[in-house]
């Protein structure tokens, strides 16, 4: 059975990825899982942000991509070392901090992909998400993460489990199972997509052997990171069913041409 997370929106999926930054938005220097990436996004008609969580030093779920302050702001501190307070400074030049409850009640017609990034949002995020799991994916490079995620929801009092997607341990479990022409039934089961890179290093990810095995058991494949629109064209021509993308605007377009 589809999940609601996919039911009444465009095929492919166009996701995103951390929000969207126009050239305005460069000019300005907005960031990315910003507020203001997000309402760029919104703005551009886009029904899926894909996006990432960490926790900061008062336990509260913000939308950031890495473990650090290193690559954004030259700061070598963790962000659970950085009190929400201070983030928020940190942002407010460039587009705005968004806590995990703030973006899904400042965007209510969003669809959100979210990237688990670290054990210690696995609760907090529970009763954050319970009330919209229709709209929302949760899932995590790593495969305890994800379930343990899923989970928390769930006791939290959800009616409905999250959407989610499989980590790289799941994913390269399908890839060698597909490769054999083995069943994935167990490995797939409440998997709703698989969210993959094309290639990793030296390894072709997406073959026509996974993209059958996943849709049989009704399981989406989306690729990441696609910003050329001939990849975007051949992807979708290969079977893939959405694309991560910076220039989710320009992947909107494209794919509404095919």
Known sequence: MTHPYFTKARHPRVLAHRGLITAEGEDSGVWENSAAAFGAAHAAEIEYIETDCQVTADGDVVLFHDSALERLVGDARAVHDVPTRELREIFSAHGGLLTVAEALDSFPDIRFNIDVKTPAAVDPLGPILVEHTHRVLVTSFS????????????????????????????????????????????????????????????????????????????????????????????LVAAGVDGLVSDRADLALRTLSEI
């Open 143 to 234: 495969d305890a993460n994800r379930r343990a995620a899923v989970a928390s929801v769930l006791k939290a009092g959800a009616a409905l489990r999250p959407a989610t997607s499989g980590g790289s341990r799941t994913i390269a479990a399908l890839r060698a199972l597909s490769a054999l022409h083995l069943s994935p039934a167990r490995l797939l089961h409440e998997i709703d997509a698989l969210q993959i890179p094309e290639r990793h290093r030296a390894l072709t990810v997406l073959t026509p052997a996974l993209v059958r095995a996943a849709h049989l058991r009704g399981v989406e494949v989306h690729i990441w990171t696609v910003n050329d629109p001939a990849d975007m064209r051949r």
